[in-house]
């Protein structure tokens, strides 16, 4: 136990016909067989036996538990209880936070006996004053639940794994089961009293958690004034926590900040009162407000993929795999311009640091929050004509200049996170941080099959998905698109002036004309699994705009030393 813990109550209590000797600190509740009470005893990873700590910021709750003595008849042909073993009527249960593999949690409890009534309420009010210090802990939650999505079990998940547990803690909730898509948006941004809650819970996927995100946002925008339509605007950071109860297709969102996509493993995060900050980027497109964005935007192949899974949703989940094949085989590639302002936080994609519970990346102040004035100036020399099919980032370029890249392109994505799911447990962008004010942008040109292969199969295994001469991927703050058709006659001058008037000729009549057949003049933009109408899109990261019920995925070190989990 921590040194610097202060003790508040010690009794020797029975545990399953066991003495033990069971103590009560400001850090935690342990408990010791006495039996092992000489045996040198740590906590978790090198537990001796009959010992065990449990943090206090990880016990959910305690109650007394009455359990019936023998009645007076039977008295009278037993023995009279010689030691607090043999007589124990009087009992409290404390429930508790247990882990288990691939970062799920679970609810355990124990039952300690006391012969004293008024000892059994001394341990009760103990505990129950201890976390009632814990102000982080929500005691009132707004609740959507989205019947349909998924395998449309979201309400029962509520009802038999969730709902159970916030009663345990004595979680009051408000729930609304959704009749129709954006019915939680609407309701959030128009007629929910959010005074009353200290966080809002969404059963669903993650186009659930996309409707409930956007409410919270615009209504916060809304109630400071803030006009989101502006892509210069500062965005006001949401007060409310949002957590997520995962019942959908892929859950990305929620695997990504917890580590598992598990309905109890997130309600506990949700009681425990857990805090992880997310970066959310807006989306602009001639000069108005689109849509935000947390986990995926995607160009070129996982656009033209989702475009082809919304006409196949009767087929459900699989409807994922058919499209991305179909995509693979098409072999689609776009052109365009991508422009973007470099982060300045000090990391990369591929420096290989993980964001992890506790980040320190996360952690230290963002330029993002720092900048008071206008940073979408964009300078004579960001906005040189590039030539097509090189790269701009030049480390001689003064930090903090815009860097333009021109050329054809099978994907254009940008990861505000690193994208992790069970398809795909390293993710779009493995290193990607959730709070650092940045997005991974990666684009990847146009290459054979094979080569195109070759990337996507990365995604599944160890090796670096980014180690191929035809992908590159910076983290940026901010970032522009435009898809060819769409450039000035200046632009294209640039890459057509040197195949004379008969390629500039032809170019300008599929620019003009873009179902010519030659190639498809652009392609859709997938954010966070909606289909955007804009092809043409600026986008902007902010630092830390929602709070969520998380703490980030833990490192295995977290269950040698459960006591360092209440710093977190």
Not at 39 to 62: H, N
Not at 218 to 230: F, I, L, M, Y
Request: hydrophobic residues 35%.
């Amino acid at each position: 136990m921590d040194k610097q813990a202060r003790l508040l109550l010690c009794s020797r209590l029975t545990l399953e016909n066991r003495v033990c000797d069971v103590s009560l600190s400001s850090a935690g509740l342990s408990w010791r067989d006495v039996a092992t009470k000489k045996r040198t005893a740590s906590v978790y990873g090198s537990l001796k036996p009959g010992r065990r700590c449990v943090p206090l910021c990880e016990i959910i709750a305690v109650q007394e538990t009455e359990e019936d003595g023998p009645s007076a008849d039977v008295w009278e042909w037993q023995k009279v209880p010689q030691s607090p073993a043999e007589f124990t009527q009087h009992a409290f249960t404390v429930s508790y936070v247990e882990r288990g593999r691939k970062h799920r949690w679970r609810c355990s409890e124990v039952t300690l006996h006391c012969i004293d009534r008024r000892l059994c309420l001394q341990w009760v009010l103990a505990i129950r004053e201890q976390l009632a210090l814990l102000g982080a802990r929500p005691k009132r939650l707004l609740v959507y639940i989205n019947p349909y999505g998924g395998q449309q079990r979201g309400k029962r998940i509520y009802e038999q794994k969730v709902a159970p547990i916030f009663s345990r803690a004595a979680i009051s909730t408000d729930v609304i089961v959704t009749e129709r898509a954006n019915h939680a948006r609407d309701h959030l941004k128009t007629e929910a009293e959010l005074h009353k809650y200290d966080g809002v819970v969404c059963v669903g996927g993650d186009g659930m958690f996309s409707e409930v995100m956007h409410g919270l946002i615009s209504r916060t925008q809304r109630d400071a004034g803030v006009d989101q339509n502006c892509s210069d605007e500062t965005l006001v950071p949401c007060s409310l926590r949002v957590g997520i109860i995962p019942a959908g297709s892929t859950d990305c969102i929620c695997y990504a900040t917890v580590g598992s996509n598990d309905p109890v493993t997130s309600a506990l995060h949700i009681v425990v009162g857990d805090c992880q900050p997310m970066d959310v980027c807006s989306v602009h497109a001639n000069d108005t407000f689109i849509r935000y964005s947390v986990s995926l935007l995607g160009y070129g192949f996982y656009g033209d993929m989702l475009t082809d899974s919304e006409r196949k949703r009767w087929m459900g989940p699989a409807r994922y795999d058919i499209s991305g094949a179909k995509t693979f085989l098409s072999h689609r590639y776009y052109e365009g311009t991508v422009s973007f302002l470099p982060a300045d936080n000090g990391g990369t994609p591929r420096d290989k640091t993980l964001c992890r519970s506790g980040c320190n990346i996360c952690q230290q102040p963002s330029v993002d929050k720092r900048l008071c004035g206008n940073e979408d100036d964009v300078s004579d020399a960001g906005e040189q004509p590039w030539p097509a099919e090189t790269r701009s980032a030049s480390a001689e370029e003064p930090k903090g200049a815009w860097q333009v890249i021109r050329g054809k392109f099978l994907a254009i994505n940008a990861a505000c996170m690193s994208c992790a799911c069970p398809r795909s447990p390293k993710g779009l962008s493995p290193s990607a941080h959730l709070a650092d004010g940045s997005v991974d942008l990666i684009l990847v040109r146009k290459c054979s099959r094979l080569d195109f292969f070759r990337h996507l199969l990365r995604h599944l295994n160890k090796d670096d998905q980014f180690d191929h001469p035809f992908v590159e991927v910076y983290r940026v703050r901010r970032f522009h698109f435009t898809p060819r058709y769409q450039e000035t006659d200046s632009e294209l001058d640039v890459t057509e002036g040197a195949a004379g008037g008969r390629g500039r000729f032809f170019s300008q009549i599929c620019r003009e004309h873009p179902a010519c057949g030659c190639v498809p003049a652009h392609s859709n933009w997938n954010c966070d699994g909606e289909i955007l109408p804009h092809a043409a899109i600026q986008v902007r990261a902010h630092c830390q705009l929602i709070k969520l019920f998380a703490r980030g995925i833990e490192e295995q070190t977290v269950f040698e030393d459960p006591y360092t989990l209440c710093a977190i």
